[in-house]
């Protein structure tokens, strides 16, 4: 088998599997903030919760491990609804990426930015999924060929930015799906606990 055949079956494959991993990925969390949001409502019962007092010397410890199996469970709901912006913004960003390489190596033939994207660092990826992103209009990937050299840096800059963001946005969507899974694993021991030592 030739190095063309050979290369064309490797990207099919990597596009079939990349695609496989979304799907699974999607369905994996989804299934995940059904189940915290079921469970929430099924664990959140007001009669539960009468008489609560708080206490140093003798501690309800029922009560506690259901209000920390609660409090897990909200925070499980709330980084998958987080998650979820998180991948929107991915996919937006990843459908830019491609479209504008896309329509850039049309126009001019020019191939942009592929080197490995920088990671950014725990406070930058904070707000990632909430900030403004930079932008390639079409109009400048139509003249990019006849653009001056301080116009072509500007619009490689953007787009070695924008892939950079996509990257750390992929990165903090599995780190997100690990709190998740986290969050709502424990939510469900300490649940167990409380029902346990009552």
């Known amino acids: 088998m030739d190095n063309d055949k050979l290369i064309k079956e490797y ?8 695609n496989e991993s979304l799907k699974q990925l999607s369905f994996y969390n989804n299934l995940l903030l059904t189940l915290s949001v079921g469970f929430l409502g099924f664990s959140f019962k007001l009669d ?6 708080l206490s140093y010397s003798s501690p309800n410890w029922s009560l506690t491990f259901l209000v920390f199996s609660i409090i897990l469970v909200t ?4 980084t998958g609804l987080l998650l979820a912006l998180n991948r929107l913004q991915d996919v937006r960003l990843t459908r830019q ?6 329509r850039i190596l049309e126009h001019s033939g020019a191939k942009l930015d592929d080197k490995t ?6 406070w930058r990826k904070l707000g990632l999924a909430f900030q403004n992103y930079p932008t390639v209009t079409m109009e400048e990937c ?11 840096d500007r619009i490689k800059f953007n787009f070695r930015e924008l892939r950079n963001i996509a990257h750390n946005l992929g990165l ?3 780190q ?11 939510s469900i021991v300490s649940y167990l606990a409380s029902r346990l030592i009552n």
């Open 11 to 18: 990207h099919d494959r990597n596009v079939r599997w990349t």
């Open 48 to 53: 539960n919760f009468g008489g609560l007092r």
């Open 75 to 78: 925070l499980s709901v709330v």
């Open 97 to 102: 990426i491609n479209q504008i390489r896309q």
């Open 117 to 122: 994207p920088d990671k950014f660092n725990f």
């Open 142 to 152: 139509k003249g990019y060929e006849s653009a001056d050299q301080s116009e072509k």
């Open 172 to 174: 903090k969507t599995w």
């Open 176 to 186: 997100q799906t690990t709190w998740q899974s986290v969050f709502f694993g424990l």
